[in-house]
């Protein structure tokens, strides 16, 4: 995704990553940093320095973060960010003829463009702007479910999250549509075997995750929505996984709409991504009524406004889209080529401390490569709230629980697991105190 | 380090005292009944413990109680306690022990007339906030198998 870090060299320091706004990416910066075995091309200590929430204290203990999948922490040039529109710029979007309004509209257009390039997407029009991945899946799922007739089949996967699943639940029940999955296999990958027989010309919707919140699991999109696109079905992607570790490129996946969250990628909590198709965003019912999305309203009806306003009906999350540019900025910054390759030396590293322990039954690939972000796994002793409970007073933060994805769970015949998740400013030492605090608890109630 | 580990156990300690630790080991109450009057199934669906609650009532006595709960080490000790001590009580009397553990839990005066016994070991639950609706899934559970005024039969 270089193509799309037009910010790298033209702001000013104080815009960029503070960590690296006065030293931008040099060969020489990339060292081995503290993840051993494959090198780190991050910088973790200048990238941990731009998040403040780093170096407070949890329970007398340094704070671990390992939550990642649940929400990343925010740079400062995020925090900067809202706090400066919020002091300078607060203003309703699209409505006042002021000189304030003028700004935060321009300001609010111009993430919408950088979200587009983020995306590879052509046409900032194909981009709303909503409340979260949740968000995001409940519009397309209602507007979608408007073109679904009874006998129609919606294909899932057996590890969606229960944002990727309920919507579609919701609109199978009241158009009278079948929902199916692919089934996931022992070791955590979509049994793609049975895509023939699962894909049918019933088969209007395929919605899959890009990466599993629970598995770490990279699907294949391309080759599920060249399948999919061959019988005619919409192909919907849920990126809230993916997008924090891979370069999106609507194009190269191949599908026809796509979702994820600020929050997950470094952004503010409140605002939800959703890419489509925009000659397929033109043909959509609008989801919610009010104020923004009209063209005309009449005492008895209304015509539309323009995509993507169509689907933004209200004040929308004006300072978090806004602080949503600087986040994405900073990870183009670093760069998904070097972000993936930190991901991978640090999964890497974690899966073998993990299995180091002996005992921990580790859900998902056990190639570290097929994978990016969330370890899930499972103590024969320890259950994983007690887990959690004791890594906390050791200042280290994992979740512990079915991580909204209840099926997948029953799939293994578990009811919870623990998982640590990973992100650019965790290194080695990280890795080392979750494994320490998880021998810590095995003692304790051993 | 030793000094680390144990200024975190500290803490702990007041969680998992040495009886809930004891009771999450070797549960007690896990036997099927072979006539249960009721049974229901309880459910915590933010972190997906599950627990089977049964009884058999003979007049307005619970005789039988048993207890299978699949959980973290909190809702198992507390599921076994109630195993353990609910048997033999009438229906009132269990009624104002749920009342007395969910009072525990929220920090309220203990009723001097209801025997705590080894639940008193959970108080240290209350400082974990998130982990009390841990403790309690075995008694609102049990509530809802109660026959009477406000459970169903
Ligand atoms: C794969 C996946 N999809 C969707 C979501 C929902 O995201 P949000 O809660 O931000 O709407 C999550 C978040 O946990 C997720 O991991």
């Known amino acids: ?446 | 380090m030793a000094d680390r580990e144990d200024r975190a156990h500290l803490q702990l300690d007041d969680l998992y005292r040495e009886v809930v630790l004891d009771h999450y080991r070797r549960p007690r109450g896990r036997q099927p009944l072979s006539h249960p009057s009721c049974s229901v199934e309880g459910f915590n669906p933010s972190c997906g413990d599950q627990i089977h609650v049964a009884l058999t009532i003979d007049g307005d006595r619970v005789n039988e109680l048993q207890v299978e709960c699949r959980g973290c080490s909190i809702s198992v000790a507390s599921g076994s306690m109630m195993a353990e001590m609910v048997p033999g009580h009438d229906v009132a009397e269990v009624r104002r022990l749920i009342e007395a553990v969910k009072g525990m839990m929220q920090g309220k005066e203990p009723d001097p007339a209801v025997d705590l016994a080894d639940l008193e070991a959970l108080a240290g639950v209350r400082k974990f906030p998130v982990r009390v609706k841990c403790a309690l899934l075995a008694w609102t559970t049990l509530e809802e198998a109660l026959p009477g005024i406000s459970g169903p039969a």
């Open chain 1, 1 to 446: 995704m270089a193509s799309s870090s037009p910010a790298g060299s033209t702001k000013p320091p104080s815009q960029g990553p503070l960590g690296l706004a006065t030293h931008p990416l040099r060969p020489s910066d990339i060292r081995s940093d503290s993840v051993e075995g494959a090198r780190s091309p991050l910088d973790v200590a200048a990238i941990r320095r731009d998040f403040p929430i780093l170096s407070r204290r949890v329970h007398g203990h340094r704070l671990v973060y390992l939550d990642n999948a649940a929400t990343t922490q925010k740079p400062l040039v995020v925090l900067e960010r809202l706090n400066h529109y919020y002091r300078s710029t607060n203003a309703n979007i699209h409505r006042g003829i002021h000189r304030l309004a003028e700004e935060a509209t321009a300001l609010y257009e111009e993430t919408r463009e950088h979200t587009a390039r983020f995306l590879a997407a052509t046409d900032p029009r194909g981009v709303v702007f909503t409340s979260g991945a949740t968000g995001a899946l409940n519009l397309l799922a209602s507007s979608w479910g408007h073109w679904l007739r009874p006998g129609d089949e919606i294909l899932l996967t057996e590890m969606e999250h229960h944002s990727n699943l309920v919507p579609w639940f919701l609109v199978a029940r009241e158009r009278g549509a079948q929902v199916r999955h692919i089934p996931v296999t022992e070791d955590g990958r979509l049994d793609l075997t049975r895509l023939g027989e699962l894909l049918t010309e019933r088969t209007r919707i395929v919605s899959l995750t890009q990466v599993s919140n629970v598995l770490g699991t990279i699907n294949p999109i391309r080759a599920i929505a060249d399948a999919a696109h061959a019988v005619g079905a919409l192909v919907s992607v849920d990126a809230a996984q993916g997008a924090p570790h891979h370069a999106i490129d609507v194009q190269a996946l191949g599908c026809d709409a796509l979702s994820f969250s600020a929050h997950k990628v470094l952004g503010p909590t409140g605002v939800g991504v959703l890419w489509v198709k925009p000659d397929l965003l033109e043909r959509m019912e609008p989801y919610q009524g009010g104020g923004e999305m009209i063209r005309e309203v009449q005492m008895d009806g209304a015509t539309w406004a323009e995509i993507p306003h169509r689907f933004e009906a209200g004040t929308p999350n004006i300072a978090g889209v806004v602080a949503l540019g600087p986040a994405l900025d900073y990870v183009e910054r670093l760069g998904y080529d070097a972000i993936g390759r930190h991901g991978e030396a640090i999964i890497t590293y974690a899966l073998d401390r993990l299995r180091g322990l002996g005992g921990l039954r580790i859900l998902g690939p056990t190639d570290p490569t097929e994978r990016s972000g969330a370890i899930a796994f499972a103590d024969p002793v320890v259950h994983p709230h007690d887990l959690s409970t004791v890594l906390d007073q050791e200042g280290v933060a994992i979740r512990a629980g079915h991580h909204c994805a209840q099926p997948l769970h029953r799939r293994y015949g578990l009811v919870a697991t623990a998982r640590a998740s990973f992100y650019i400013y965790n290194d080695r030492d990280d890795v080392d105190a979750l494994v320490a605090a998880i021998e810590s608890a095995r003692r304790y109630f051993g």
